[in-house]
Nanobody, 121 residues
Framework: QVQLVESGGGLVQAGGSLALSCVAS????????MGWFRQAPGKERSIVAA????????YYVDSVKGRFTISRDNAKNTVYLQMNSLKSEDAAVYYC??????????????WGQGTQVTVSS
């Protein structure tokens, strides 16, 4: 069993930055691929970024490339999402996800509870 707890969401002005963190409890964090999804009101939950178990490979949805950076620290059981140059369309609830095989699509093995990101114009 893996529990994921996100933090770092909040209110930011357009053009600003936020850093999200997701701490995993349980064993074998380093065996999981990790991802960040987001869900805006009335929209489906969709992948934002993903990172391989070792951190060697990353994936970004086109709309965040060059602005967001995903990283992980396996010694701290933590995955991060640095979000820069935030836009109003980035506003959503952001969810951390873990899966042993593939994390860019649902279903995934584990979800966090989500953290709200609000972008003011």
């Amino acid at each position: 069993q893996v529990q994921l707890v996100e933090s770092g969401g909040g209110l930011v002005q357009a053009g600003g930055s936020l850093a999200l963190s997701c701490v995993a409890s349980g064993r074998s964090f380093s065996m999981y691929k990790m991802g960040w999804f987001r869900q805006a009101p009335g929209k489906e939950r969709s992948i934002v970024a993903a990172i391989s178990s070792t951190g060697d490979n990353t994936y970004y949805v086109d709309s965040v490339k060059g602005r967001f950076t995903i990283s992980r620290d396996n010694a701290k059981n933590t995955v991060y999402l640095q979000m820069n140059s935030l836009k109003s369309e980035d506003a959503a609830v952001y969810y951390c996800a873990a899966d042993r095989i593939r994390v860019v699509v649902t279903p995934v093995d584990y979800w966090g509870q989500g953290t709200q990101v609000t972008v003011s114009s």
